[in-house]
């Protein structure tokens, strides 16, 4: 009972959108639990679904691997497993049930699984590992080895017991000590084909680090199902030795820091920053923060320093009555001084922009529209507010959500409940606000090119350019637009 098969849910080509922007991140969750359990005398493999075409190409890897434990493990670090779509959860049943059927320890962990854990178990999985996972797996494991029956005691599991009846043991603690995992087993993953995926679709190739876990902050749509409201960081100096790893591993142009929120801890991004100029380490990267924490220019400037050259931060909304709602715990004005502050450093600023969410009205959405077009952000990343179970939001509106609670794939976009305005308008709505964006860039582009045309160059000239495109189209969306709101 020593040989296990690690496999993940998301199958990049069952989500079409993300199958066609073509920039994968490898399960970097997956990594750190097969990392772990090989550190402690584990024999392990993946099969890694991010370009399989079919969940049933697993069985001649589980006939290969001959595994006794088949370990359904996804990236908690990713937002699209976050998101719990439906596509990527009947893959991981069918897979449960081949590894099922050839005599294989089945067990799962995911965001979704942690939410339908009664429909996991019923669909082939043995145990279900509620929130973090490493742990909880080397202990099940261990105590599976040595023909334990009893395995209740073990915090964070969810299985059928003697009587039929589903068994949820007490939760487990997080871990605090994030230095004391080793880091992750890159070796498992195929990486020239996430490298060729990348450089034939953005010109450059990307890999993505975690260095924290959790989000204390209380934003009452964010569901936090593995991670919860802790919040745990690994120190820089263990941060910067992964680094230096991949870095003399692989051929990387640029990180994504997967983080909720990068660098909360006091302090640390300044010596992060340190430690990146005195290895001589800067290499690109992006993260994800709060507005009220890029205020201080202190801290976006040792971020410019280290090599951060685009941060999204959840500005979600330019409605201050919105934004409080969601126990958002930050202000409109901080957005703006956050981004110029960002601006200022050289750092590119990115929106997370949410609509729908219950009591937006028209003026909050054009408020919303209004900052955007202001402040003109780097990139914009729009959806309609998504209920997960688990949160204050879900709560409010579980009433209202009927067989739908989950989308198919990333850009589904569909509002799930009843709201100020039928779903068909926010799907328009995502359509207009980017054509409107990309005409504001345009305009901004042109006048900047009208001031200094000695500077003009083929880039600038093309999104001066393209002016022309973006107005009309911005035109016709909009009347589009009118005519949903009077449906």
């Not at 359904?72 to 699209?80: A, E, P, S, T």
């Not at 957005?335 to 937006?360: D, L, V």
């Amino acid at each position: 009972m020593n040989n296990i098969l690690f496999s993940h849910s998301y199958f990049l080509r069952f989500d079409p959108k993300q199958w066609a922007l073509g920039q994968p991140y490898a399960p970097l969750g997956t990594l750190y639990a097969a990392a772990l359990m090989r550190e402690n005398g584990y024999k392990v493999s993946l099969f890694d679904t991010m370009f399989v075409t079919d969940p049933a190409e697993v069985k001649p890897v589980l006939q290969e691997t001959a595994p006794d434990f088949f370990v359904i493990y996804d990236d908690g670090f990713n937002y699209l497993t976050k998101m719990c779509l439906t596509n990527m959860r009947e893959a991981a049943f069918s897979m449960c049930k081949m590894a099922k059927a050839k005599g294989c320890t089945v067990i799962v962990s995911s965001s979704d699984s942690t939410d339908r854990y009664e429909e996991y178990l019923k669909e082939g999985a043995d145990f279900v590992i509620i929130g973090e996972a490493e742990q909880t797996l080397l202990e099940l494991t261990n105590n599976i080895k040595a023909g334990e029956q009893n395995v209740a005691f073990i915090p964070g599991l969810a299985f059928i017991g003697e009587d039929n009846k589903v068994v949820k043991t007490q939760p487990r603690h997080v871990l605090k000590d994030l230095d004391s995992l080793p880091l992750p087993a890159w070796d498992l993953v195929d990486i020239e084909l996430y490298r060729d995926s990348w450089l034939k679709n953005a010109g450059y190739f990307s890999i993505n680090m975690g260095t924290t876990r959790g989000c204390p902050f209380k934003c009452n749509w964010c569901a936090k199902p593995i991670y919860g409201n802790r919040y745990n960081s690994r120190s820089p100096q263990n941060v910067i030795a992964e680094l230096k790893m991949l870095k003399e591993r692989y051929p990387i142009d640029h990180i994504w820091f997967c983080d909720d929120i990068f660098g909360l801890k006091p302090g640390w991004v300044l010596e992060f920053s340190q430690l990146i100029q005195k290895e001589n380490l800067c290499t690109r990267f992006k993260i994800q923060s709060r507005a009220d924490l890029l205020v201080d220019e202190e801290l976006v400037n040792a971020l410019a320093a280290s090599g951060c050259e685009n941060v999204w931060i959840g500005a979600e909304s330019g409605s201050q009555k919105i934004l409080d709602a969601m126990d958002k715990g930050i202000t409109v004005d901080q957005i703006r001084k956050s981004t110029k502050a960002m601006k200022k450093a050289g750092i590119k600023p990115s929106f997370f922009i949410q609509f729908g969410y219950p009591g937006e009205e028209k003026t909050d959405i054009a408020q919303t529209i209004k900052m955007i077009n202001e402040l003109l952000p780097f990139e914009i990343g729009i959806s309609v507010s998504y209920p997960l179970p688990g949160t204050v939001f879900y709560d409010r509106v579980k009433a209202d959500l009927k067989k739908k609670t989950n989308w198919t794939d990333s850009d589904e976009m569909a509002l799930m409940f009843t709201n100020t305005f039928p779903a068909t308008y926010y799907k328009q709505l995502h359509k207009y606000v980017h054509k409107n964006y990309h005409m504001h860039l345009a305009k901004n582009s042109l006048v900047k090119l009208l001031k200094n045309p000695l500077g003009v160059n083929v880039s600038s000239l093309k999104k001066a350019a393209s002016v022309l495109y973006y107005t009309p189209a911005t035109y016709i969306e909009r009347i589009k637009l009118n005519q949903l709101e009077k449906v």
